[in-house]
């Protein structure tokens, strides 16, 4: 019994002894953390590629948003006026509009993946730039450790989000 005392007392000391070299050793790291979802929101990278989208896909979306209010107001017509039509004219009318909203609901669709698609393009550069000027960041000043988007608490002292919004300001001027 007294030798499994000994041999705990030892294993535990062994371990406390693990852990203050551990922790010395944590010290002389520098560690620094990047918000990148703020960083994106910050930038005026973030907001070209939005306008560059808007210009790429608005005709686009305008001419959906045209072909939709086409549609309502031929269903309109038909809920209005379909009592006094005749049974071939209000057929053709109920046949028009199942292939007009089966055509609009492909066009949204291609439109929607379409947008997507560029959308992801665009963010991808431009978290490809945030990554590279973090990297350069923490070679600059010497950084041994930096975490983005994955830490469940840090502090003002190692949040570099700052610093890497300004540097990415300076390289879209």
Known sequence: MK????????????????????????????????????VLTSIPQTEAATKKLEKEFGSRDRDIGKDNKALEELADRLKKDGAIMSDSERSRVERDIQTKQRDLKRKAEEFQEDLNFRRNEEMQAIQKKIAANVRDYAKENAFDFVLVNSAVYFSDRVDLTGAIVERMKKAAN
Request: no cysteine; glycine share 6%.
């Open 3 to 38: 030798a499994q005392k000994s041999k705990f007392f030892v294993v535990l000391t062994g371990i406390a002894m693990i852990l203050v070299v551990v922790a010395a050793e944590a010290a002389d790291y520098k560690i620094g953390v990047v918000n990148v979802q703020k």
